[in-house]
DNA sequence: AGCCAGGCTGACG
DNA sequence: CGTCAGCATGGC
């Protein structure tokens, strides 16, 4: 994640899982592509959201000390613009496990379902397409990705794709409707869904809590209850671009910068 | 060893 | 509408 201080990369983002440590960078099969983090192209540039101006977002924060502190602590942070059925497939293998974890399962998928690429005498592995996943059976699959219970979401939101369920209008879409467009896929709650809309599909309202986010939350506006009221009170503190203070949010809980008692 | 993890589904009230 | 047990797996 082009300028990232030294502080979190592409291996430990927390938003995608598949990318790899090579000589001087990063690299992944994206799309349907090989993408380094140092390509320039068009895509490369939108994947790695490079128009937003993340100064402003920051001055966006003065008056809301919390989220000022979160941003500084993450300089060069970013929120990647990723194909929305990679989005939806990482983090559908996402829910209630750890982000080690979830990296070994979506390497896993991609290495037994999708294209290999080679580049620069290594392989790389994108993700499969749902016209491949909706025809693997769920035994195998668990099997194969050790996924558990979380075989059966894959195949039947990918047969729900294959069949005609759009995610690209889910970018057109406002944030509500989207969501609970959404949630009528397999294995999609109302945090996956956030994280979907957020990494996805170019919603910067959307407002993933999950476990330290919500400690967040408490800690420093009181703020206590369901994941779809943490979710509408942050919208209502933080401001439209809720879900880029999430992101500093959430890294600076989860490795500690910050102390949640 | 036992709790925890970028939670969801289905049942039940 | 909200609540909640059950769930596969492995990191720590």
Redesign the pocket.
Known sequence: MRNIDGKLTLIDS??VFHWEETENGYTAAVNGRIMTDRDEDEEAQTYFDDQRDYNAVADRCRGIPEAETAIKMLPGLRVLNQPCWEALIAFIL?????????R?LVLSLCKNYGDRYTYRSREFYGFPGAETLCEVPIDEL??RV????RAQ?LVKSAQMVKQGFDLEILKELPLEKARTEL?K?????????D?VLLFGCRHSDAF??????KRLMEKWFHETG???YLRDRARQILGSECGLI??AM?HAA?TGMIDLE
């Open positions: 927390a938003q996402s829910s209630n496990n750890n982000v080690k974890r979830i070994s668990a099997q050790k996924c558990g219970y979401y949630a896929l397999s294995g999609v709650g109302p945090k996956v869904a994280c993933p809590v999950d476990i330290w986010v369901s994941v779809q999430q992101q959430f989860r």
